[in-house]
């Protein structure tokens, strides 16, 4: 995938602040379409990256209990606002022999948050990439996110959350999804 094409992106900004009516040669707005540049290309770096470098190494283990990391934090970038939405990602599977190290699941939360989502989406593809690289169904994903589309715009709504699930396989399952949503102490 191509990195971000920074002259045109700065021109696009640039443009942009014309047409809402600014003054993009004042001294405060000088530098922002180069700023602003650099920003997206921080948001959208998942674009450019290969998700299989973050999952090719799995390990052989005996061990078929519930693995769960929580707390997982991204940002990512709603494709029909442009604006941020921030949150927290909770992973689990139960292991059909096969275990990644635990931090490869931070990067690959990162690595689908870092470009145009929805969150819905978003909760999917991790749990779909996780299912193939450990060879089992038995993922689940709990997303909790703070949208600034919805925040600081149309409803302006501040303190709402929005919140995704994917379950797989055993997750499915009544008692399995609820000890999963027991270690992330919600009801739901
Ligand atoms: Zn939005």
């Not at 640039?14 to 003054?23: M, N, P, Q, S």
């Not at 990602?89 to 939360?109: D, T």
């Not at 089992?136 to 929005?162: E, I, P, W």
């Amino acid at each position: 995938m191509p990195e971000i094409d920074a002259k045109r992106a700065e021109a696009a900004v640039r443009e942009l602040l014309i047409a809402v009516g600014e003054d993009p040669d004042r001294e405060g707005l000088l530098d922002t379409p180069s700023r602003v540049t650099r920003m997206w290309s921080e948001l959208l770096s998942g674009m450019s990256d290969d998700p299989s470098r973050h999952l090719e190494r799995t390990f052989e283990i005996d061990h078929d209990e519930m693995v769960m990391v929580r707390d997982i934090e991204f940002t990512s970038m709603c494709e029909h606002h442009m604006l941020p939405f921030i949150g927290k990602a909770h992973v689990a599977y139960i292991s059909s022999g096969k275990v990644i190290g635990l931090s490869k699941l931070n990067r690959l939360v990162e690595y689908f948050s870092k470009r145009p989502q929805v969150q819905e989406r978003l909760t999917m593809q991790i749990g779909k990439a996780l299912q193939t690289v450990l060879q089992t169904q038995d993922v689940a994903v709990f997303m909790d996110a703070k949208h600034l589309c919805v925040a600081s715009r149309g409803v302006k709504d501040d303190s709402s959350n929005t919140i995704t699930g994917f379950y797989g396989g055993k997750f499915q399952e009544e008692n399995t999804k609820a000890e999963f949503l027991k270690y992330l102490d919600i009801n739901a």
